[in-house]
C-alpha cells in the first residue's frame, strides 16, 4: 500500500468519526480497519473490543489499539469529552462484559454495561455506524447513559449487524449471550470441579473430606437447576 492510499484511508475514517461521541461499529473487516486507521490516526479516537478477535482479522495489531471495556474504564480520564469512542459491542459476549440480561424479540440475551456507563461518565451520545457511514446520533436530550434508550439502540445495532450477512465476523459469538449457554457451560465446569475434586480427596486418602468439598458444587448445581428452563 502507497503512503497516498494510506492517508487516504486515514482521512476517509477520520471524517467517518469526525463527532465526538460512542460508535457502534459492527464487526466487519472493513470496519475494522477503518476504525484501527482512525484510532492510530488520533488519540482522540478509541477502540473497545475484544483484542483476541480483532488480530483473526487485523494481523498487525498492536498493544493498546484494542481497549478492553475495563481497561478503558481504568485508564481514561473521566474528564475527556471530546473523544470518539468505536465501540464492537458485537465482541462483547463473555459474561465479564455482557451482564445485562434483556428480552430481544422474544429472547433473553446478555447486552454490554458499558456503552451506557461509557456515555454516562464522558457525557457522549452514541452512534448508529452502518456498513458505509455513521447513521442517527442521540442528542442527549433523554440523558446520557439513559438505560432503557441505550439498551434499544444496542438491539437496533444488533438487528444493523445480523442484515450484514457473511462479512458481520462476529456472528458466531452471539450464541455465548443467551442464558441457555451459560447455563450449560456452568454445568460444564462444574462437572469438571467434581471430578477434579473426588480426584483430589481420593490420592489424599482423605475420602471424609469429599461431602465438604463437594457441597459447595451441589449447592451450585441446584441453583443452575433452578434457572434452567
Known amino acids: 500500500m502507497s503512503v497516498?492510499?494510506?492517508s487516504d484511508s486515514e482521512s476517509r475514517s477520520s471524517v467517518a468519526f469526525a463527532r465526538p461521541?460512542?460508535?457502534l461499529v459492527p464487526s466487519t473487516p472493513k470496519l475494522m480497519r477503518e476504525?484501527?486507521?482512525?484510532r492510530r490516526s488520533s488519540d482522540e479516537i478509541l477502540i473497545v473490543g475484544d483484542a483476541a478477535f480483532f488480530a483473526k482479522s487485523i494481523h498487525d495489531l498492536a498493544e493498546g489499539d484494542v481497549l478492553s471495556p475495563s481497561r478503558f474504564l481504568k485508564f481514561v480520564d473521566a474528564e475527556r469529552r471530546s473523544l470518539r469512542v468505536l465501540s464492537f459491542t458485537d465482541q462483547l459476549v463473555s459474561p465479564e462484559f455482557a451482564s445485562i440480561l434483556v428480552s430481544r424479540r422474544g429472547e433473553l440475551e446478555f447486552?454490554?454495561?458499558?456503552?451506557?456507563?461509557?456515555a454516562a461518565r464522558h457525557q457522549l451520545p452514541l452512534f448508529q455506524m452502518s456498513h458505509e457511514a455513521s447513521g442517527d446520533e442521540d442528542?442527549?436530550?433523554?440523558?446520557y447513559g439513559d438505560a432503557e434508550h441505550v439498551l434499544a439502540q444496542i438491539?437496533?445495532?444488533?438487528d444493523i449487524c445480523a442484515k450484514l450477512g457473511e462479512e458481520w465476523r462476529a456472528a458466531d459469538l452471539q450464541e455465548f449471550r443467551r442464558p441457555a449457554y451459560r447455563i450449560a457451560a456452568a454445568k460444564r465446569r462444574l462437572r469438571v470441579y467434581a471430578s477434579i475434586a473426588m480426584a483430589s480427596c481420593e490420592d489424599s486418602g482423605g475420602e471424609d473430606m469429599s461431602a465438604e468439598l463437594l457441597r459447595p458444587i451441589f449447592d451450585a448445581r441446584a441453583q443452575i437447576a433452578r434457572l434452567s428452563p
Not at 35 to 38: D, E, R, V, Y
Not at 111 to 117: L, T
Open 4 to 6: 497516498l492510499q494510506k
Open 21 to 23: 461521541g460512542i460508535y
Open 35 to 38: 476504525a484501527l486507521a482512525a
Open 111 to 118: 447486552y454490554s454495561a458499558f456503552e451506557r456507563v461509557a
Open 139 to 143: 442528542d442527549g436530550t433523554r440523558g
Open 155 to 158: 438491539s437496533r445495532y444488533l
